[in-house]
């Protein structure tokens, strides 16, 4: 007698389950009578319950404490400092000189070299421009952009205009330079 496709699955699938509980027997079902068996021997005993007023009262004691410092300072090893006396002499301690390289100085802050005079904006509500005079040249400026190849402006504000080195990181600020009134 011929068998179709799907009973031929189902057959699989019987012997598959069969041989998953044969597994699961021999490697649980031998495991939980063996605890049980630990647990079931021996008598049964309470377990010793205590009055915990006692303790409970002893944690409110120290609950209420106040600490009351004795002058030792708990993180440093070793026994309390005597008491300075009146009649002890003191000592004197000199500083000894600095022996070593000396630190260079910092560096100076950066110059911008030229001469701010004004501010503007190109279209309505555009970025702002400023007008920096490097001898007889005229420079038109916005933020972000580089003046002497090192030089970036950071802002430029209705009195300064402020800049950043960028090879050091420093940075300076120069104000707004009116002309000579006549």
Request: charged share 20%; proline share 10%.
């Amino acid at each position: 007698m011929a068998q179709t496709k799907q009973q031929k699955e189902i057959i699989a699938l019987v012997a598959l389950v069969v041989i998953a509980g044969l597994v699961w027997y021999a490697f649980v079902g031998k495991h939980q009578a063996g605890a049980a068996a630990l647990f079931s021997s021996g008598t049964y005993t309470p377990i010793n319950a205590e009055d915990y007023a006692k303790p409970i009262i002893d944690l409110e004691k120290s609950r209420t404490t106040e600490y009351k410092s004795s002058g030792r300072n708990i993180f440093v090893a070793g026994p309390v400092a005597p008491p300075p006396t009146a009649n002890a002499p003191k000592t004197v301690t000199q500083t000894r000189p600095f022996v070593g390289p000396m630190l260079p100085p910092p560096p100076p802050k950066p110059e911008l070299g030229m001469k701010f005079f004004g501010f503007g904006t190109l279209p309505s509500n555009g970025p702002r421009r400023a007008f920096l005079q490097d001898g007889e040249d005229v420079r038109i400026v916005g933020e972000g952009d580089m003046v002497k190849n090192n030089i970036r402006i950071t802002h430029i504000g209705n009195d300064r205009i402020e800049y950043e080195d960028i090879n050091t990181g420093m940075k300076n600020s120069t104000n707004l330079e009116l002309p000579p009134q006549a």
